[in-house]
């Protein structure tokens, strides 16, 4: 029996986002869909270990949710204002309801899965509300799963989704993709949820774990579905580029006795060289749809060029310092931001000296976007270290340690601090401990 429920986890896991998908689609309603398919998955629980595993799970949820969607709609004293609310188009797609289990699926699954991605990753949503529920279901987690990974309750989390499905109702957003002139704009939100979701699997940015790999795994794979359907988008394989050859490093980040190891000091034998294969050709798909298009590299096929000079380097001194800079310098000119300053200074310092970068880094010092990002006080201190002013150096890292959330990395500069001045860091508040 546990191999059983295993199983169908797995096979949940596998067919859960197409099944919303498609019901999404034919019920005009997120939240619904998602409801008629657990409806579906509590009934499969139920008859599965009698009957056995069917062929073809996935056509069998899928009609034992279209009958149970049906249903409903029968129940509904109003079924004839639904159906005129939902349109003729609805109307019909209602009326196609079947126990047909051996329905094909395929002609539309590509189509609805890209709809969902675009309807949860609406502006309608804030951020935070995108992110979840773009995890919840296209990620295939579990409420509990995307709580402990974002450390908040698993209350607070159930309300964010719950929220955000209501919110998608009531502002009317279809269930589908949006108009040719609204493609670009929306899937830029698209490509920005799905980033922000690696990023925080990549580098956490609060809690006592410097990496969570899930999430990593769940970007990773919805990057790639992403690229599976829109073979002609530059960005697209930007991003499954960039996130393919950064998680290449994740097995190196992190230390025997969990600390902390930055970029330059990793084994680069270790680095995962599949996904740093996938994401070279995921660069060249890049390219060429990029020129294709006539259109040149976008921010995120920047940022993999600059991930890629990283992993073509066989030891850190080999890296082309002044390739990346070079990119750096076009990436600030495609999205200029403080952040991306903020990096080009990096790569500035390792490709002209430090004080290159010190210049940069200090032109940054009033910009009110970074008074309490800790990279800003952690770059200067690095720059500060290699210009042998140790006492300054010591200082910006324990500023920095103030700043960020994350334990394993307040403790990695708190480390810092103390090597630089020799004695012990300046205290942190108890607050932030």
């Known amino acids: 029996m546990a191999d059983l429920r295993r199983t169908i986890d797995a096979l949940w896991r596998i067919e859960s986002t197409r099944l919303i998908a498609g019901l999404a689609r034919m019920v005009r309603d997120v939240g619904l869909a998602e409801d008629l398919a657990q409806d579906a998955l509590v009934i499969a629980l139920e008859k599965w270990p009698q009957s056995g595993i069917p062929d073809k799970p996935g056509a069998w949820l899928m009609a034992v949710a279209k009958n149970r969607a049906l249903d409903r ?70 409420t509990q799963e995307i709580a402990r990974a974002y450390l908040v309750t698993e209350t607070t989390m159930a309300q964010r989704i719950v ?33 922000l979701i690696f990023n925080e699997g990549y580098s956490a940015t609060s809690g006592e774990h410097w ?12 990057g790639r579905i992403l690229a599976g359907l829109m073979t002609e988008s530059p960005e697209v394989h930007g991003l499954c580029a960039l996130m393919e050859i950064q998680a290449s490093r994740l097995p190196t ?34 390219e060429v749809a990029s020129y294709r298009a006539a259109v040149p590299l976008g921010t995120y096929a920047l940022q993999a060029e600059i991930a890629a000079c990283h992993a073509r380097a066989n030891r850190a ?20 931001s403080p952040v991306v300053e903020l990096n080009r200074a990096m790569a500035v310092s390792m490709a002209y000296g430090p004080s290159a970068g010190l210049e940069i880094a200090d032109a940054l010092l009033d910009v009110a976007e ?34 960020t959330r994350n334990l394993k990395e307040r403790a990695m500069l708190l480390e810092r601090a103390v090597l630089e001045r020799g004695t012990e860091p300046l205290p942190i508040p108890t607050s932030l401990q």
């Open 73 to 142: 709609f029968r129940r509904d004293k109003s079924l004839d204002r639904k159906l005129q609310e939902y349109g003729r188009q609805a109307g019909a797609s209602l009326g196609e309801f079947s126990p047909d289990f051996t329905a094909p699926l395929q002609k539309t699954i590509d189509d609805d899965v890209l709809g969902l991605l675009f309807t949860v990753c609406h502006p309608v949503l804030a951020t935070e509300s995108r992110v979840a529920l773009t995890v919840k279901l296209l990620g295939g987690l579990s």
């Open 163 to 195: 929220r955000a499905k209501r919110t998608l109702t009531q502002a009317r957003v279809p269930v589908n993709l949006p108009r040719s002139e609204d493609l670009v704009p929306r899937l830029a939100s698209v490509l920005e949820v799905i980033y």
């Open 211 to 222: 990496t969570r790999p899930a999430l990593c795994e769940e970007s990773l794979r919805l």
């Open 253 to 286: 980040r992190i230390g025997k006795n969990g600390n902390t190891i930055l970029l330059l000091d990793q084994d680069r034998a270790k680095w995962d060289q599949l996904l740093i294969r996938r994401g070279m050709d995921a660069l060249v798909q890049a």
């Open 317 to 336: 001194e080999d890296t082309d310092w002044e390739r990346i800079a070079a990119l750096y310098d076009a990436l600030s000119e495609t999205e200029p």
């Open 370 to 403: 970074l008074q309490d990002y800790h990279l800003l006080p952690s770059v200067r201190a690095d720059l500060l270290r290699k210009l042998g002013r140790m006492e300054e150096a010591s200082v910006e890292f324990t500023r920095a340690a103030r700043l």
